[in-house]
T-cell receptor
Framework: EAGVTQSPTHLIKTRGQQVTLRCSPI?????VYWYQQALGLGLQFLLW???????NRGNFPPRFSGRQFPNYSSELNVNALELEDSALYLC?????????????FGDGTRLSIL | AQSVTQLGSHVSVSEGALVLLRCNYS??????LFWYVQYPNQGLQLLLK??????LVKGINGFEAEFKKSETSFHLTKPSAHMSDAAEYFC?????????????FGTGTQLKVEL
């Protein structure tokens, strides 16, 4: 069974640019989550999608957005990039929205802002 | 709101020694608890989970954790450390708050295994 896959692996952008990160969940998983792992800030919840709808978002500005497609894959978009957006962005998926279901993570996209 | 506290950002043990990584949680409702491990340049791998039932949970790679409601703890242990256990470990809590499903993580514990 293929795990959660994320692309690209690495990205280098400059301030003010826009970026799109992609995630394919485990087959059969309908919920997709995005987390930011920034140095010194730990793992922070960004967004949760289930059945194509945004169900919850963390304490991040609106320039962080995303969507989930009918095949349950997801994109995370970040506009007007700032230096503090440099981080590892992790995508996770779960079988359903039930919080007892474990989330399975991809290897992440490392975003560097110059 | 739920929160997770991991005592000790860095833990060092000798190969073959007991591993004990501490996790305490705060939650107004019964939580679901997870331990994840992160190796360098990788994502998080699920070690084990507690949802309901038996309070002693066994996971992969010889790790186990015990849910103690009275102490609000979910410490991770392994009887004998191996060099390959060197990684960062995260404790996490999950519960449905009405606003959505998400994991709240502790700050992580970096485990170093020495010869």
């Amino acid at each position: 069974e293929a795990g959660v896959t994320q692309s690209p692996t690495h990205l280098i952008k400059t301030r003010g640019q826009q970026v799109t990160l992609r995630c394919s969940p485990i087959s059969g998983h309908t919920s997709v989550y995005w987390y930011q792992q920034a140095l010194g800030l730990g793992l922070q919840f960004l967004l949760w999608y289930d059945e194509g709808e945004e169900r919850n978002r963390g304490n991040f500005p609106p320039r962080f957005s995303g969507r989930q497609f009918p095949n349950y894959s997801s994109e995370l978009n970040v506009n007007a990039l700032e230096l503090e957006d440099s981080a590892l962005y992790l995508c996770a998926s779960s079988l359903e929205w039930d919080p007892s279901q474990p989330q399975h993570f991809g290897d992440g996209t490392r975003l560097s802002i110059l | 709101a739920q929160s997770v506290t991991q005592l000790g950002s860095h833990v060092s043990v000798s190969e073959g020694a007991l591993v004990l990584l501490r996790c305490n949680y705060s939650s107004s409702v019964p939580p679901y608890l997870f331990w994840y491990v992160q190796y360098p340049n990788q994502g998080l791998q699920l070690l084990l989970k507690y949802t309901t039932g038996a309070t002693l949970v066994k996971g992969i790679n010889g790790f186990e954790a015990e849910f103690k409601k009275s102490e609000t703890s979910f410490h991770l242990t392994k009887p004998s450390a191996h060099m390959s256990d060197a990684a960062e470990y995260f404790c996490a809590v999950s519960l449905y708050t009405g606003g959505g499903n998400k994991l709240t993580f502790g700050t992580g514990t970096q485990l170093k295994v020495e010869l």
